[in-house]
């Protein structure tokens, strides 16, 4: 795949054959075989015809997807489109997250995805969405704290986190916040 591949994403890979009965590259030849070329048809082949389970026909989707347009695009760029046009304004709230998470320790991985960035340490302990034009949605997954305020519960980015509080200029990113992102990252 030419760069470096997350953890959490090899472990899938290294787990696929044990898991689909196929290796990656096998199911890229069976995706390559079907022609097919959007990600929803490939996902309903793969599940509905081979039985492969959401999680692992999403990731072989994507993954085959990625290989036949020449790889995974930068995360570099991923970022600088996320934060492009009406979106611009919000990147300086986004900067802000990054340069309070940096304080926490050097073992923060910043995974950006085609929507988000995801930050890990061991496990996923926050995303960072621009969500609107004027807005950054900052999720964060804490164990046994009540929601109050500015800090929102539910299931955030379909259950990927606990927790939200919504920005829309850096300044908003206060002790409360950076305390709330510290907790998130303590336990991970």
Request: hydrophobic fraction near 40%.
């Amino acid at each position: 795949m030419g760069q470096e591949i997350n953890p959490q994403l090899q472990t899938m890979i290294d787990n696929m054959p044990a898991k689909t009965g196929k290796s990656l590259d096998e199911w890229y030849g069976v995706l390559a075989a079907s022609k097919l070329e959007k990600h929803g048809q490939m996902m309903k082949l793969l599940k509905g015809e081979y039985g492969v389970s959401h999680g692992f026909a999403n990731t072989i989707s994507i993954l085959f997807r990625q290989q036949q347009a020449g790889g995974p695009p930068a995360e570099t760029d991923l970022v600088a489109q996320q934060y492009a046009g009406k979106k611009a304004g919000l990147r300086p709230i986004y900067d802000a997250v990054l340069a309070a998470v940096e304080q926490f320790g050097t073992d923060v991985e910043v995974a950006p995805k085609k929507s988000y960035v995801s930050l890990r340490r061991n496990k996923q302990f926050a995303i960072v969405k621009a969500a609107t034009q004027k807005r950054v949605d900052l999720g964060l997954n804490l164990k046994d704290v009540e929601p109050t305020g500015r800090l929102e519960g539910g299931k955030v980015f379909s259950g990927m986190c606990t927790h939200l509080v919504k920005l829309t200029a850096p300044t908003e990113l206060d002790a409360d916040v950076t305390a709330w992102l510290k907790q998130a990252y303590d336990q991970s």
